[in-house]
């Protein structure tokens, strides 16, 4: 069974790159597509994108400016990298997998992590 | 406030049937597949139902998926207490070009 953690800092500045990494076990990271998701506190949750394999990814528009997912073949990890953060920004942050092209089928959960923009 | 939306909250006793119901528009739940998820506090969320109707391998068929039209429902029978936990959709929105979430809804086993 896949299972996915996430890890990086938890308080970033605002005008800053957010930076955080997905580290995958229990699978090959060549199978899957691999997303990223947050959910602001007390708030809804916003799909950011995802990336597959063989590198093509996809972002939601609204932060398709701001936004790469990329993957580490060779560290079973994938990353996301999302600049010029405001408060707006804080979230907990969810790495997931799909083995579906069909984005919203999300087969395994990362446990999320909190990021922080504050100065 | 979120696309799709759902009751906020549900309750039935156990052993009984309830519905949760995820409604949308015609360029999302209308024309894509919808997902269903579970979620118990402090933990990852687990897909409950795909493809509007199937249950992954492990997912008792107590649990169940059904879409008509923009909308769609996830149905749970022989309520647990274990089942207490907040349910939420998923599905692709074609004209965002994005996935989109329910807000989710808490169900109560009484």
């Known amino acids: 069974q896949v299972q996915l953690q996430e890890s990086g800092p938890g308080l970033v500045k605002p005008s800053e790159t957010l930076s955080l990494t997905c580290t995958v076990s229990?699978?090959?990271?060549?199978?899957?597509?691999w997303s990223w998701i947050r959910q602001p506190p007390g708030k809804g949750r916003e799909w950011i994108g995802y990336?597959?394999?063989?590198?093509?990814?996809n972002y939601n528009p609204s932060l398709k400016s701001r936004v790469t997912i990329s993957v580490d073949s060779s560290k079973n990890q994938f990353s996301l990298k999302l600049t010029s953060v405001t408060a707006a920004d804080t979230a907990v942050y969810s790495c997931?997998?799909?083995?579906?092209?069909?984005?919203?089928?999300?087969?395994?959960w990362g446990q999320g992590t909190l990021v922080t923009v504050s100065s | 406030q979120s696309v799709l939306t759902q009751p906020p909250s549900v309750s039935a006793a156990p052993g009984q049937k309830v519905t949760i119901s995820c409604s949308g528009s015609?360029?999302?739940?209308?024309?894509?597949?919808v997902s269903w998820y579970q979620q118990f506090p402090e933990t990852a969320p687990t897909l409950l139902i795909y493809?509007?109707?199937k249950r992954p391998s492990g997912i008792p068929d107590r649990f169940s998926g059904s879409k008509s039209g923009t909308s769609a429902t996830l149905g749970i029978t022989g309520l647990q207490t274990g089942d207490e936990a907040d349910y939420f959709c998923?599905?692709?929105?074609?004209?965002?070009?994005?996935?989109?979430f329910g807000g989710g809804t808490k169900l109560t086993v009484l």
């Open positions: 229990g699978g090959s990271i060549s199978n899957y597509y």
């Open positions: 997931a997998s799909s083995t579906s092209g069909d984005y919203a089928q999300i087969d395994y």
């Open positions: 015609s360029s999302n739940i209308g024309n894509n597949f």
């Open positions: 990336v597959y394999n063989n590198g093509y990814s």
């Open positions: 998923a599905t692709w929105d074609s004209r965002l070009q994005t996935v989109l």
């Open positions: 493809d509007n109707t």
